[in-house]
């Protein structure tokens, strides 16, 4: 493992020098609120050296400069709502906090597109844009909570409207980007097509902020839909459930949404979230979540017969109109329905070919059962994301651990037999490190860690990510 230099007192007074004096902090109880981001298990938190708040783009290149020259790590945090600790600094080092980086710099409605800055909520950017009848897509679950869009590109996040418009990656025209040297670059550009090189600001989104540390994002904005609709399906069989998607999708129908919530989720989210939901209490019950939009209320119409023939074709023993106050509150709020009854948790993110989502979740049971861990699950089932929860409950911390171990070792294991991968949103960061070496091509590994080291010579950037350097 590679020795860096320890934050002491004159790094953190130049440290103070670029930002000023109440925007580079180390006592202890400022740093103890950085040592994780959503992860409650104590096994995976780290306390960092120094928090430092910078307010422009070229201070954070005067931070990196810094870092650079006396090789410091820095871990870039935007909201903090991670579930893979890509956030956390587990070689301490500085954290990068954006919260000052949180100004919409310009939108534009006639062109359709907005800039931001890395520590702008993704909510804000909603907002803003629907303010102006425009809409952005970039939809993750986490948007309640707070993520940033700096996460969001970090990450590559997806979320609920992912089936129709794609990821953050999709919603992207350029990234500003400050490079472990310090240096300022613009990746990308404002255009509809190009073919100019490498496609630099694609490898920077979803690197996890390894090879840069994303400033401002100039995103893609929709025209908001004139009409939606959301439906709700209720089934008691699973294979019928999960078939629904690409029959609706062969009919020549897109959804925005296409959401699945298993019975430990629904019966959960109703104990824990005091929601009323539909058929909770049925036995295998299981939802399929569907939103349609249009121009017309009769293309809505159209639209939506075609969907409601379908399910009932599939067997669907109810369906109604899911609505914002229950049914999408549920879809979620799925972590905080886990954290109520679970303090302790771990969200898995495993992703899949969307005809092998019924075999995985089959097998699900089957590992749940062999390793007495209780877990309930959502997915998005229109691209194949799925999100198990598996609670840690009363279980002691050594047990559950290792219980833990066991029951990744198969469920990846499995994953992969499946053409799945290990992460389709939230990342690798810290938390799957040791099943990034195992279940990456080595060959495809030795490229991943060249590019890293061309980008960040001196590995400062959110070390201990995705994959480790054995030095």
Not at 126 to 147: F, R
Not at 150 to 159: C, D, E, W, Y
Not at 254 to 267: G, R
Request: net charge negative.
């Amino acid at each position: 493992m590679k020795n860096y230099h320890a934050v002491d007192s004159t790094i953190i007074k130049e440290l103070k020098e670029i930002v000023g004096d109440h925007y580079a902090v180390n006592d202890a109880d400022r740093l103890e609120a950085y040592k994780t981001d959503e992860e409650a298990n104590p096994k995976y938190h780290h306390l960092p050296e120094a928090v430092v708040y910078p307010e422009t783009t070229e201070q954070v290149a005067a931070i990196m400069k810094l870092a650079n020259k006396y090789i410091i790590p820095v871990t870039p945090r935007s909201g903090g709502t991670g579930l893979a600790g890509g956030a956390i600094p587990v070689l301490g080092g500085i954290v990068l906090a954006f919260d000052r980086m949180n100004k919409i710099l310009k939108l534009d409605p006639d062109n359709l597109f907005v800039r931001v800055q890395a520590g702008v909520q993704t909510i804000d950017i909603q907002n803003a844009a629907k303010e102006e009848g425009l809409m952005y897509a970039g939809d993750p679950c986490s948007v309640d909570a707070g993520c940033e869009i700096g996460g969001n590109v970090s990450t590559n996040a997806g979320g609920n409207k992912a089936v129709r418009y794609g990821t953050t990656r999709q919603q992207v025209y350029s990234v500003q980007v400050v490079t472990a040297a310090g240096e300022i670059v613009e990746f990308g550009a404002r255009l509809k097509k190009k073919s100019t090189g490498y496609a630099m600001e694609q490898l920077i989104i979803g690197a996890e902020g390894t090879l840069g540390i994303v400033t401002e994002i100039t995103l893609k904005l929709q025209p908001l839909p004139k009409y939606t609709s959301d439906l709700l399906a209720v089934f008691t069989n699973l294979d019928n459930a999960l078939s629904v998607p690409n029959k609706i999708l062969k009919e020549g129908v897109c959804p925005m949404s296409l959401e699945f919530m298993d019975t430990s989720c629904i019966q959960l989210c109703k104990k824990n979230l005091k929601v009323d939901l539909p058929d909770a209490d049925k036995e295998n019950v299981v939802y399929v979540i569907i939103t349609i939009d249009g121009l017309t209320e009769d293309e809505i119409d159209q639209k939506m017969e075609k969907v409601d023939l379908i399910c009932s074709q599939m067997g669907a023993i109810d369906m109604l109109m899911a609505d914002q106050d229950r049914i999408w509150r549920a879809r979620r709020d799925i972590a905080e329905a886990t954290r109520i009854e679970s303090l302790v948790f771990y969200a898995e993110d495993i992703v899949v070919p969307v005809d092998q989502i019924s075999v995985l979740i089959k097998k699900l049971t089957e590992f749940e059962n062999k390793y007495s861990i209780r877990t309930m699950t959502a997915a998005h089932i229109g691209d194949g994301n799925i999100h198990v929860h598996a609670m840690q409950c009363d279980t002691p911390n050594a047990i559950w651990n290792q219980k833990l171990d066991d029951f990744h070792n198969d469920l990846y294991h499995f994953v992969y037999s499946i053409g799945g991968k290990l992460s389709g949103e939230h990342g690798i960061g810290s938390k799957k490190i040791k099943e990034m070496k195992l279940f990456t091509d080595p060959i495809e590994m030795k490229y991943m860690k060249r590019v890293k080291k061309v980008f960040d010579p001196n590995l400062i950037l959110n070390p201990g990510k995705i994959f480790l350097f054995e030095e």
